[in-house]
């Protein structure tokens, strides 16, 4: 397992841009997929993009496709979302999660190893 620190979110208005990271320790981390999550107050967790252990593959929920990125840098144990064209609806506190295989995933169960969290909140 890894472990994982999420930075990077905050308040911004609608269309708005914001890049979330999250720090990985382990080498392991260099052949696990990962994924960005998010959970609104008073709903479940969902799946919002997914990257296989190389960067070779990524995967989006419609809900952000075109507007959001996953990204990662293996030499730096880090992953990244870049998050374009904020909508309200967007806000959530954003998890980042490692599953202990090559392939992405979206199942939140899927994944072993979770972080504390950061907060996007978006006005209109």
């Known amino acids: 397992q890894v472990q994982l620190v999420e930075s990077g979110g905050g308040l911004v208005q609608a269309g708005d841009s914001l890049r979330l990271s999250c720090a990985a320790s382990g080498r392991a981390f260099r052949t696990y997929a990962m994924g960005w999550f998010r959970q609104a107050p008073g709903k479940e967790r969902e799946f919002v993009a997914t990257?296989?252990?190389?960067?070779?593959?990524?995967y989006y929920a419609d809900s952000v496709k075109g507007r959001f990125t996953i990204s990662r840098d293996n030499a730096k144990n880090m992953v990244y979302l870049q998050m374009n064209s904020l909508k309200p609806e967007d806000t959530a506190a954003y998890y980042c999660?490692?599953?202990?295989?090559?392939?992405?995933?979206?199942?939140?169960?899927?994944?072993?190893?979770w972080g504390q969290g950061t907060p996007v909140t978006v006005s209109s």
């Open positions: 999660a490692s599953r202990s295989s090559i392939f992405g995933s979206w199942p939140p169960t899927t994944y072993d190893s």
């Open positions: 990257i296989t252990w190389n960067g070779g593959t990524t």
